[in-house]
């Protein structure tokens, strides 16, 4: 042992002096951050996005990947990249998850690796693991996020990533690379032994004081991230028991990374449940904490990693891809996948919420609900998730759609009358804050078919306060157009007041009622939200409750095909406060991915809002969808 410790100690000194040397010639000054953005269909590629001080990012390319999936990977897409800086600093290696869940689910055999001088220019390999190691590992069924690390003991750069064979744990694996990164030189040996043999994912290795600290996620069981530590790279890890994640919802994907010019640590994971990211720092590695408030991201990222860069990197970057157009293209107002969006003005915050459906999820199969603010119509702030069914619901986990959103002054006080559709059924929840968060009903408030109904489904509620009569009206219906009146609580109703008043047949859903000049308007979606001739229709009538009047050129909003829009649908309508400017807000498909993602754009979709206007008669003037969307005078 006296003799061990020595040739420990001289082997930690050679390491960081290799360290620090490169360090010295590169001299990191901003922060490069390779992501992907989601599970379906365009969705999963690499994209960047850069910053400054390693807090405030913004995405390159105008948010569309930056390496060809169709060049690269096997499967047709990739997941979880990871880019090392080459011990001399002159080159970069990055390793990706070969995987294209659309298609694929869950299982992969093959991971992909390249190597790059300029971090715009890659050459690639694709290792399909059971054809390399046939003897084995001819029968694994994940491949899983790869990542790279430099062992300046053997002067070769390690690979590390997690496999699983059928009905087994998931193990980190690692294996040496060629000289060329273009394959793996070794078999797969395994790299990490929970002390339970549980499973484990996404590792994530940073050498600290003289020590590797493995971070991973728990898949399968536990709450997310946990850390073991060893003296050597490839063996001898020994698991913490804390988690480290500071929240209580699943995480995946850590990415730590030191800071340029200090001594702390940004520990960032993927909060995959919730389309969200959270950031901690750090300075020992032990305790973390969060500093969500200080970052800011135009873009919504899952799973990647930081590389400080430097100036003249980034640089090159900016020149090949630039920043993402903010300016020209208002429209999407929300990065990330959204749709069937209300919008309100509230009297008690003075400013714009919208509450959206969260999309991108196969099936339509988001379970919450958030909220974002405006005061412009056009910076957007995400305030909070104000609904979770799988947390907040007793009646339901699935299916969160389409919500609608009433704000009522009772003295000097506002309360907050949130409608929305869970397993094709409505409820009601309610608040103190426009922002929530909101209290479930505990029941549906609409669980079955008016009377003379056959099919369609109970979703896409609508509520409105008649300015005239003083009464509130709740509409819904998909197939069918249904109304009430609500009672004064405005959580209940006489089931003998519903009345049917479907349209005509072009009604499929998405009812939006509002009032302007003595005429109340109904607007309603047409076709399948997973059509490109998705689009709106509307109506008039001189009572909340009908009847209606189908104007001659009802089609107020289709798409525009000459700037990639299509999927034009289900919206709601806002009156500029103060005037009688009116604009309409709407979803359409991803621009430009959705055109190709065939029935899958229909929940991949994109919040936008433009104006509306109306002729001297009172009618609904057609609508062109823009890319720039709307500015306030």
């Not at 050459?123 to 790869?146: C, G, L, M, Q, Y």
């Not at 990164?181 to 290795?205: M, N, R, V, W």
């Not at 109904?522 to 909340?544: C, G, H, K, M």
Request: with cysteine; proline share 5%.
């Amino acid at each position: 042992m006296k003799i061990l410790k020595p040739i420990l100690s001289l082997y930690f000194l050679a390491f960081a002096v290799l360290f620090n040397s490169c360090a010295e010639k590169i001299q990191p000054e901003a922060y490069l951050f390779a992501y992907f953005i989601g599970n379906g269909p365009g969705q999963e590629a690499v994209h960047y996005a850069i910053s400054d001080d390693g807090f405030t990012y913004r995405a390159l390319n105008n948010y569309l990947p930056v390496i060809d999936n169709d060049v690269i990977s096997k499967q047709g897409g990739v997941r979880d990249p990871h880019i090392l800086r080459s011990d001399d600093g002159k080159s970069f290696y990055m390793v990706l998850t070969d995987l294209y869940v659309p298609n694929d689910g869950w299982t992969n055999e093959s991971m992909i690796l390249l190597k790059s001088d300029d971090l715009v220019n890659w050459t690639h390999s694709n290792i399909h693991i059971p054809t390399v190691f046939p003897e084995n590992f001819k029968d694994v069924r994940r491949v899983w996020a790869p990542q790279t690390i430099y062992d300046a003991k053997a002067g070769k750069y390690l690979v590390y990533w997690s496999m699983q064979f059928d009905g087994e744990a998931d193990i980190i694996y690692y294996a040496y690379a060629n000289k060329d990164f273009t394959a793996l030189e070794s078999e797969p040996k395994q790299l990490f032994y929970h002390p339970e043999g549980k499973s484990c994912i996404d590792g994530d290795i940073i050498f600290h004081e003289g020590k590797y600290h493995l971070f991973f996620k728990t898949e399968g069981h536990g709450n997310g991230l946990k850390k073991a530590v060893s003296d050597k790279l490839t063996e001898g890890y020994e698991m913490k028991d804390e988690y480290l994640q500071q929240t209580k919802e699943a995480v995946e994907g850590s990415g730590i990374f030191k800071l340029n010019d200090s001594e702390k640590y940004i520990l960032m994971y993927d909060v995959y449940m919730k389309g969200s990211y959270q950031f901690t720092e750090s300075t020992d590695l032990e305790t973390f904490t969060v500093i969500d408030e200080q970052i800011s991201m135009d873009f919504h990222p899952r799973h990647g990693s930081v590389l400080p860069i430097t100036l003249e990197e980034k640089e090159r970057l900016l020149a090949k891809y630039g920043y993402a157009d903010k300016a020209a293209n208002g429209n999407p107002v929300l990065k990330g996948y959204y749709a069937d969006p209300e919008i309100i003005y509230s009297e008690k915050e003075q400013k714009y919420f919208l509450y959206p459906t969260s999309d991108g999820y196969d099936g339509w199969s988001g379970t919450y609900f958030k909220t974002f603010s405006s005061e412009n119509l056009r910076d957007w702030k995400e305030e909070a998730v104000i609904l979770d069914l799988k947390k907040d619901v007793s009646w339901s986990d699935m299916h969160a759609w389409a919500p609608t959103m009433l704000e009522v002054k009772r003295g000097d006080d506002y309360e907050y009358f949130y409608y929305f559709t869970a397993s094709q059924k409505i409820g009601v929840a309610t608040s103190d804050s426009p922002s929530g968060p909101f209290v479930d009903m505990g029941k549906p408030l609409v669980d079955s078919k008016p009377e003379g109904v056959r099919g369609g489904q109970e979703i896409d509620p609508d509520i409105f306060e008649d300015p005239q009569s003083g009464k509130t009206f709740l509409y819904w219906g998909n197939g069918y157009l249904a109304a009430v009146p609500l009672n004064d609580d405005l959580m209940s109703y006489d089931k003998k007041q519903v009345k049917v008043m479907t349209p005509d047949e072009s009604f499929r859903e998405g009812v939006e009622v509002f009032f302007r000049k003595g005429k109340y308007y109904f607007l309603w979606s047409e076709d399948d939200t997973r059509s490109e001739n998705y689009r709106v229709r509307y109506a008039i009538s001189d009572s909340p409750l009908g009847p209606l009047e189908i104007p001659e050129n009802n089609l107020i909003l289709k798409k525009n095909p000459k700037l990639g829009i299509y999927g034009t649908g289900h919206n709601s309508v806002i009156n500029v406060h103060g005037t009688d400017d009116w604009m309409i807000v709407y979803h359409r498909f991803n621009r430009p991915k959705g055109i190709n993602m065939g029935g899958a754009a229909g929940f991949h979709r994109e919040v936008c809002i433009d104006k509306m206007e109306f002729d001297e008669a009172g009618y609904i003037k057609v609508i062109e969808p823009t890319l720039e969307g709307v500015v306030l005078e």
